[in-house]
């Protein structure tokens, strides 16, 4: 049974460091592109769009570890019963989207990012996610015995 538990949360941190590697490549190359086109723009704030694009991706990471740490905490625990894992996961998610809302609300209200860069950096995470299921998907079905 330890053996088992310690190949999942091998597994957990490996889709981990997956996900946030990703995340970084390909975040990185949108802000980089941002940052060419605001300076080939000539536009006053160079800064405003590649640095909203990073901040959106590492919200968005963060988003996806908050994530990944309530499901290992919650559901993988031994001896939870399945009626109080899913009290305790609504309540964090409750409590973790709260806090992600608010930090919307306050950068966006604020103006401290470009909106459409915010968007563009959320969702290049979201798409780093699905990247690496691919991926991971992929090496399975490759390791699978024929």
Known sequence: MTDELEVRKQAVAAILK??????GII?????????????????????FLPASILFGGILGW???????????RV??????TPGMSNLA????N???LSIIFIILFI????QL????????????????IVWEGATVMKDSLKNQPR
């Open 18 to 23: 997956g996900v946030a590697k990703k995340t």
């Open 27 to 47: 975040v990185s190359a949108a802000a980089a592109a941002a940052l060419v086109f605001s300076l080939i723009r000539d536009a006053g704030e160079w800064w």
């Open 62 to 72: 963060l988003n996806f570890r908050w994530l990944a740490i309530a499901v290992q």
């Open 75 to 80: 559901y993988l625990r031994q001896g939870a």
């Open 89 to 92: 996961a609504a309540i964090i």
């Open 94 to 96: 409750i409590l973790k």
């Open 107 to 110: 950068v966006i209200k604020w």
């Open 113 to 128: 990012v470009h909106v459409f860069g915010l968007v563009a950096g959320l969702s290049f995470c979201f798409l780093a």
